[in-house]
């Protein structure tokens, strides 16, 4: 799987929206775009996935760049329970059993 | 409800006892892995399963074995434990289906502390 860029770290206030980037310059067609987050002492949980169109569920927003290049996870209110570590990761379509691959992800505080 | 459990959820071992973590799903998915999570680090993944009697290592698989004996289980197990095993463990399951997108569901994690 492809690799990918994130920030460390990220600090948003309460109740405000959230851009968590992730680049991946080196994506390929048929990579699907995934996104976890774990809260402290827990596993992580699933968050959102998408190929090439933006995409929208109850708990975030994807966003993704034109040349796919690029995606941008979108919390629209974060909450104290938001924070946690954000990971990013690409998933070849094709690959659908293999293990995923966590690199070390974007540590999100939020400050009330 | 479906969930996946880990136990234990703690557990204090000393250097060489034998130490197995169980990880139990109720999904009837077919794929199972196990990684474990250092302070500051990412996960890492140590053995996979595809469904009963396949196994597969990992990233990080020396000093672990694991058996699937069956599809709601992949204990693992650590042969002669070491200080280097200390760690969070994190066992994850995922639905095998063509086109599926491969969604992993996590336990909660054991921690271990090899003294």
């Known amino acids: 799987d492809a690799k990918t860029t994130q920030p460390n770290s990220m600090e948003s206030n309460e109740e405000e929206p959230v851009h968590l980037p992730c680049n991946h310059s080196?994506?390929?067609?048929?990579?699907?775009i995934h996104w976890y987050r774990q809260l402290p002492s827990q596993g992580p949980e699933y968050v959102i996935h998408g190929l090439t169109s933006n995409v929208n569920n109850r708990m975030a927003s994807l966003a993704i760049a034109e040349d796919r290049k690029s995606s941008t996870l979108i919390l629209h209110r974060a909450t104290l329970r938001d924070a946690a570590v954000y990971y990013c990761?690409?998933?070849?379509?094709?690959?659908?059993?293999?293990?995923?691959?966590f690199g070390k992800g974007t540590r999100l505080s939020v400050i009330a | 409800d479906a969930e996946i459990t880990q136990s234990p959820r703690h557990k204090i071992t000393e250097t060489g006892r034998q130490v197995t973590l169980a990880c139990h799903q109720t999904w009837n998915h077919n794929n199972m892995f196990w990684y474990r999570q250092d302070l500051g680090h990412g996960l890492r993944l140590i053995h996979y399963s595809y469904g009963v009697h396949d196994t597969n290592k990992g990233e990080v698989s020396d000093g672990y074995s694991v058996s699937r004996s069956n599809t709601e289980d992949l204990p693992l197990t650590l042969e002669s434990a070491a200080s280097s095993q200390t760690s969070v463990y994190f066992c994850?399951?995922?639905?095998?289906?063509?086109?599926?997108?491969?969604?992993?569901?996590f336990g909660e994690g054991s921690r271990l502390t090899v003294l």
């Open positions: 994850a399951s995922s639905e095998s289906k063509s086109g599926n997108t491969g969604e992993l569901f």
């Open positions: 080196t994506i390929s067609g048929t990579d699907y």
């Open positions: 990761i690409l998933r070849d379509r094709n690959s659908g059993n293999t293990p995923l691959v």
